[in-house]
């Protein structure tokens, strides 16, 4: 049996089981997310789950981390870095909202929902919301809005899309780009450049990956 464990954690991985588990997640709620059910869909026993993982708890924490690293600090990255001007920026936040290599909304609602039935999830969802926030205000500031301004304009930036998500909105990414220069002027108040809008399409054709509708 040892033999046989030991086989199947040599054909799983770690990663295998985290993205079974965020799967799970996704599509069945954090209630589904059991040792049994991962294993099954691997395929393996789910005694090979111990080579990775102490326990499932330790599974969730690492499912939240994983959201962490991968939603937020995507965001934050982008939110600080250097740009000429606020449409710029914001369309270096943009960024995350179509490639979800940098931002995987279904994740997030599926992390948000969590939340709702967690203390401890709520606590994790809100410093991560805060980081958020933080970052887009500090990106408009650095453009020169004032503090309340710029804290204005980051929570519509990122309520907007927050909101998209949570109400599924089945929208073509043609039609919402067909919106980019309207959205970004929203936004910063600002009239994009040309230059700017055409680097954005030239992203998007260079294998951004578009969010599932």
């Not at 049996?1 to 990663?15: H, P, Q, V």
């Not at 982008?78 to 606020?86: G, W």
């Not at 004032?146 to 073509?172: C, H, K, T, W």
């Amino acid at each position: 049996m040892m033999m046989d464990t030991k086989a199947e954690s040599l054909r799983t991985s770690k990663r295998d089981w985290l993205k079974a588990a965020v799967e799970i997640l996704v599509s069945e709620g954090i209630d589904r997310v059991k040792v049994q059910v991962i294993a099954r869909n691997l395929g393996v026993s789910r005694s090979s789950f111990y080579w990775f993982f102490k326990s499932r708890q330790d599974l969730l924490d690492q499912l939240l981390t994983y959201w962490r690293d991968l939603n937020t600090r995507s965001l934050l990255e982008r939110a600080e870095r250097p740009a000429e001007s606020a449409c710029r920026s914001v369309l270096n936040i943009f960024e995350c909202w179509v490639n979800e290599e940098l931002f995987d909304p279904r994740l997030d609602i599926a992390v948000r929902d969590w939340a709702r039935r967690s203390s401890e999830v709520r606590k994790v969802v809100d410093d991560g919301d805060d980081r958020r926030m933080n970052a887009l205000t500090r990106m408009f500031r650095r453009h020169g809005y004032p503090e309340e301004e710029a804290f204005i304009r980051a929570r519509v930036l990122y309520f907007m899309q927050i909101g998209y998500y949570s109400l599924e909105i089945d929208e073509p990414m043609e039609t919402r780009l067909s919106y980019l220069a309207s959205y970004l002027y929203c936004f910063t108040g600002l009239e994009p450049t040309q230059q700017e809008i055409s680097d954005f399409h030239t992203f998007l054709k260079n294998g951004a990956v578009t969010p599932a509708q």
